[in-house]
């Protein structure tokens, strides 16, 4: 029996939606209910996901559209390209799907985003809906309509604001995802508490061991508090002008991980991970936080299973290399990187650093 245990809600004005949070709700009819009315319905999701829980989908779209399509893109961040997501557009204009047809994004924050600027895009806007069934999904990239595809001197460089109509977070879908996806959502899960919450990271640290093990009430609070936040910081600025930056949080140097490495060799949640321990200890060193607060956020990230160690991206001149990689940044102002630093436990800012500063934090916590 499908359950709904938390609602909730985006104001964004007419763009405004719902995220439903509960156990059964992909596969439940009722659940896109309200939806616009479409002929036709695409589903956008990749070999790994699609053969779990793209029936279940299906199914329950069955009564709604008359035509339901699917597209199964390749799995991987290293897929999330220009390549890829004309594989969407060549099935849509295949179908002669027209401007009313609802497109699903059913797989991890790579299917989320690629369909959502796929919907932006095609036509010059069509309807979508997010079906996250990753943790990182779930908490944050399926919320607040950022969408965009990577290009090779940079992530997320290419895309657009789009508002998807509903997000449907089915807590049971996160059984499936392998440990190490799952510990890289938690990632997402743990930037909240420093950024906004600090009751939330105290509350992390006493249920991380349930959150590890999935306890299903844990879940739950875990990604509702997590979309709360989110949520709160969209409604104020929805199109990141100013304080929806305090979500990139240890996105700087993750993002910088991600590209050095090559796209795929770190998760985004593992890139993030030892981004925000470098952001936090980027904090201490611009006198905004104590050591006693680096050490704990280490240790929780620790905990989540995450590294708290970047790796060398140049033997040569590996700061230098990070520094090159950040230049490519979006809050990057005319080549000035400037970071998410924790200003006090519960705050974040939007600060620069002198170069000299983050080479010694990128030296101090790069692996050997």
């Not at 047809?101 to 985003?113: H, I, N, P």
């Amino acid at each position: 029996m499908p359950r709904l245990l938390h609602s909730v809600s985006i104001d964004l004005g007419a763009r405004s939606y719902r995220i439903a949070i509960g156990s059964g709700l992909l596969a439940d009819p009722a659940t896109y209910d309200g939806l616009p009315a479409a002929r036709s319905a695409v589903i956008v999701s990749n070999t790994t996901v699609a053969p779990l829980y793209a029936a279940q989908l299906r199914a329950a779209l069955a009564g709604r559209f008359a035509h339901i399509h699917e597209v199964q893109l390749p799995d991987g961040e290293e897929f999330k390209n220009w390549q890829t997501l004309q594989q969407i557009f060549d099935a849509l204009l295949a179908q002669e799907c027209d401007r009313k047809t609802v497109l699903f994004a059913l797989g991890g924050g790579v299917v989320g985003d690629m369909t959502g600027f796929a919907a932006a895009s095609y036509m010059r806007g069509v309807p979508f809906v997010q079906v996250p069934t990753t943790l990182l999904a779930q908490v944050d990239s399926s919320v607040g309509g950022k969408t965009a595809i990577n290009h090779p001197l940079g992530k997320n460089m290419i895309g657009a604001f789009y508002q998807p109509q509903q997000v449907v977070c089915d807590l049971d879908v996160l059984a499936s995802l392998p440990p190490r996806e799952f510990s890289a959502g938690l990632a997402e899960v743990i930037k909240y508490g420093p950024i906004a919450d600090m009751a939330f990271f105290d509350w992390l640290e006493q249920h991380m061991d349930a959150l590890m093990a999935r306890d299903g009430a844990a879940l739950a609070h875990a990604v509702r508090r997590s979309c709360e936040i989110k949520a709160e910081v969209v409604g104020q600025d929805e199109r990141e002008t100013g304080l929806r930056a305090i979500l990139n949080f240890g996105h700087t140097f993750g993002h910088a991980i991600e590209a050095g490495m090559g796209y795929g060799a770190w998760l985004h949640g593992e890139g993030v991970g030892a981004g925000m321990v470098m952001a936090a200890a980027l904090s201490q060193q611009l006198g905004l936080v104590d050591a006693a607060f680096v050490q704990r956020l280490t240790a929780l990230v620790q905990r989540a299973g995450l590294p708290v160690r970047a790796p060398q991206l140049d033997a040569q001149d590996n700061a230098g290399r990070y520094l090159q990689l950040m230049r490519v940044d979006k809050k990057a102002e005319a080549g000035e990187i400037r970071f998410i630093v924790i200003d006090g436990p519960g705050r974040a800012a939007l600060r620069s650093a002198p170069d000299a500063l983050v080479r010694a934090v990128i030296d101090a916590c790069c692996a050997a």
